[in-house]
């Protein structure tokens, strides 16, 4: 999905119209619209603007990734991690392994959340 396509679907999920879309950049409903048909596209400065205003990085608007956001793509390098790493393990061992990996990440955040303090 590209920027045309991820743009039109960010603002539906929003609840915005191009209409609402337009007035937060000052320009007409009709440039707005061109945006959503890539008949024009705007500068690296609105693209910034967009994603901000969507909650999610600009790689993801303009199609360059999947993640959403940058925790998202951290959480997927947790993932493959685990993938790679339990390979050859049983079922059983992977099940103790993730619990493992589990009890840790709690006790780390405890251990962030206390510095915090």
Do not use: H
């Amino acid at each position: 999905m590209g920027f045309p396509e991820r743009l039109k679907a960010l603002r539906l999920e929003a609840n915005l119209t191009q209409k609402d879309m337009a007035e937060k950049f000052d320009i007409s409903q009709q440039a707005y619209a061109k945006w959503e048909m890539e008949t024009a596209n705007p500068t690296k400065n609105i693209i910034t603007k967009l994603a901000d205003i969507f909650g999610v990085t600009v790689d993801y608007l303009v199609g360059n990734s999947d993640y959403r956001t940058v925790e998202d793509e951290q959480l997927s390098d947790v993932e493959l991690l685990f993938r790679a790493t339990s390979l050859e393990m049983t079922e059983e061992e992977r099940a103790i392994f993730k619990q493992e990996l589990v009890e840790f990440m709690k006790e780390r955040q405890k251990l962030f959340d206390e510095d915090k303090k």
